[in-house]
């Protein structure tokens, strides 16, 4: 199995992602952990040809739920991106845009095997932002 630096060193190089703009490290409750931007994420889907669909599983003013759907070859991925007042800190708030980027990052990292190495997106959580 390789390591954390290892497949990440892999992602950057095999994506074209730059480590300037693309990639990020950040602290979260003592542990460091490694982050992917949005840009970074968008390149990751466009290098792998992973295609993304959405469906709205529950859309209220205040409580969003959007369904990601991934497929490349016969591979397909599924999860989900939600936005609510308590995670979302946006103004004015967005979140049928929140819950998609969600979505859409939580998708394209599960289907480079990402997760397995404790590497998310940044849009995932508002603790996760780079500051």
Known sequence: MESKRDFLNEL???NHLNVDED????????????F?????????QFTNDIRVCFEVITMQPDYVVIKAIATKGDMVVESFGEAT????????PY????????????????????????????DEADDFKQT
């Open 85 to 92: 007042p308590e995670n979302t800190n946006q103004k004015p």
């Open 12 to 14: 950057v190089k095999n």
């Open 95 to 122: 979140y049928s845009a929140m819950a998609e980027k969600r979505g859409l990052s939580r998708v394209v990292l599960k289907m480079v095997g990402a997760y397995k190495y404790n590497v998310y997106g940044e």
């Open 23 to 34: 990639v990020f490290r950040k602290a979260i409750r003592g542990k460091e952990m490694a």
């Open 36 to 44: 992917i931007k949005r840009s970074g994420i968008e390149k990751i």
